[in-house]
């Protein structure tokens, strides 16, 4: 076991030397010139209720998004359904669509699937010779990740995980493609395992950079001649937005059926500004969870909010709630199980972001 664990360490080690330069060289002057910004983005509805403060020990497909580590805890299958009205009142509707499932390999491992679909709806096509919106039609951007993940227990104690994602963006004319890995080791220890630590590193990979027929347009040869030919224009590549989590919850257990977990996360963003997230969740004999979190970043308090105060580069104020209901099938310690989820996050704008979401584990 320590074998194994020193070897966790040292990888992990190399992938945030590597990684170092992107995670810490963040500033806001920065902010806006990463793309792929749906990759910051929670789909799932149980760990956003309290701001992703749980990153040390989220488990099942969840955990695919917050420390890809926690995926380890998988009995046999998880599924998971969650459905978010991203900003509700925005112009078009934004929804997000997540589906995942996990199944054990072996004794101690667990891969994984998920895929995390954004449907933005339809946006008129406007051009410079032609700025009215309601006579070239529309098109409608389309936004994908894929996710692959391998975790494994090497003990009772810690756990690691990697994860390959693939990003997809495209319109009609024109589409972009690129890769990143998530990499996560989970820690709890404690007399009742109630002591847990995560640390996680997201986006680690190459730049993406846009192509397709969307790039090149006719253009005349000068002002007096007819001939025409085809020009392509340049387009600068672009870096996924790296982050680096430094997570630890603490459970109050009381009376063997209740539970207090006190939780906090601390994020530094390579594109914006760094966070701090504290959450408590209540649990009663795991059936039944109540969360909140709060998510602090500079200029969060400002009282104009983010259309108005510089230092602020977020939309939400940073509060969120939510809550589970988990229920077995039968009184039998294994029966599969059914959980429904729902989540809210506030903003300065909007109508905040509500996510529901159905869990099923055998």
Not at 288 to 294: D, E, N, P, T, V
Request: proline share 3%; with cysteine.
């Amino acid at each position: 076991m320590k074998k194994s664990f020193r070897y966790i360490v040292l990888s992990f080690v190399i992938l945030f030397g590597l990684s170092a330069p992107q995670a810490f060289a963040g500033n806001k002057d920065r902010s806006g010139q990463a793309g792929a910004p749906e990759l910051l983005i929670n789909p799932w509805a149980a760990s956003s209720g309290w701001g992703n403060a749980g990153m040390s020990f989220v488990h099942g497909v969840e955990a695919i998004y917050g420390n890809v580590a926690g995926i380890s805890s998988c009995r046999t299958l998880d599924v998971n359904f969650t459905h978010t009205s991203w900003l509700v009142g925005v112009g078009n509707d934004t929804r997000i669509s997540s589906f995942g499932f996990l199944a054990r390999v072996g004794e101690s491992s667990v891969l994984g699937l998920s895929f995390m679909s954004f449907s933005l709806g339809e946006i008129p096509i406007t051009t410079v010779g032609n700025p009215d919106p309601n006579t070239l039609g529309t098109y409608k951007p389309n936004l994908m990740n894929i996710n692959l993940s391998f975790a494994k227990a090497f003990s009772n104690s810690i756990s690691g995980g990697v994860n390959l994602k693939i990003i997809s963006e495209s319109i009609k004319d024109m589409d972009g493609v690129g890769v990143a890995i998530d990499a996560g080791i989970q820690y709890v220890t404690g007399p009742f395992d109630n002591i847990h630590f995560g640390i996680t590193l997201k986006n680690i990979g190459p730049t993406m950079k846009f192509s397709g027929d969307g790039l090149s347009l006719r253009v005349f040869m000068d002002n007096t001649s007819n001939q025409q030919f085809t020009m392509v224009q340049r387009v600068d590549d672009f870096e996924l937005p790296t982050q680096l989590s430094i997570a630890a919850a603490y459970d109050f257990l009381f009376a063997e059926t209740n539970r207090i977990t006190l939780a906090g996360n601390f994020c530094s963003n390579s594109f914006t500004n760094d966070q701090f997230i504290v959450g408590l969740e209540y649990g009663w004999k795991e059936m039944f969870m109540i969360r909140a979190g709060y998510t602090y970043e500079n200029g969060i308090w400002s009282k104009e909010g983010i259309l108005y105060d510089d230092g602020c580069m977020n939309i939400n104020r940073g509060l969120s709630a939510g809550m589970s209901i988990d229920v077995p099938v039968s009184k039998k310690e294994d029966a599969m199980r059914f959980a429904l989820d729902y989540s809210y996050r506030d903003t300065y704008t909007y109508g905040g972001t509500h996510s529901v979401g159905l869990r099923i584990i055998f």
